[in-house]
């Protein structure tokens, strides 16, 4: 199966994140791509790591893309940092 | 001149770490490497996403790692995230 699957990363603990993208992967999801914007980069980065290291060891970084996004709020538009993190399960 | 630059993004403002990187390239640096641990990993992809647009159009991302380091404190090990952004200017 070649679809991917999305996985965005939020306010919600760690660990959810972590059974999602188990969870594609424990359906046969070849590819699981974990997204996050602003400061849950970092939570974004620590979901990659824990499901390569504890539950998924075959999983690899195939792409990490980073880039800028721009969000229309009240106050105008701002600017927010973004990651995509794409793991590929061989 | 084929040296790399390291750049680690801590706690300090956003700007200042832009502009340690944006001196590098000045002083006719190839490449900087942007690395953070943990939460500083956020401000670390803003760093070089505001490097990016506003200051050195022609940097590209070479290369972004992530991985895992062991950290030894009072209360035993911890694991942590960490990121390298590696800026090369054409």
């Not at 760690?14 to 993208?21: D, E, S």
């Not at 791509?33 to 690899?60: H, L």
Request: glycine fraction near 4%; proline fraction near 2%; charged fraction near 25%.
């Amino acid at each position: 199966m070649a679809e991917e699957n999305v996985v965005f990363v939020g306010k919600k603990p760690t660990m959810n994140y972590v059974l999602a993208v188990v969870t594609q992967f424990n359906n046969n999801a070849d590819s699981v791509i974990i997204k996050a914007r602003g400061k849950a980069i970092s939570k974004a980065v620590d979901v990659a790591e824990i499901v390569r290291n504890r539950f998924v060891p075959t999983a690899q970084y195939k792409d990490i893309r980073i880039g800028t996004e721009t969000l229309q709020s009240e106050r105008g538009e701002t600017n927010v940092s973004s990651i995509e993190i794409v793991m590929h399960k061989a």
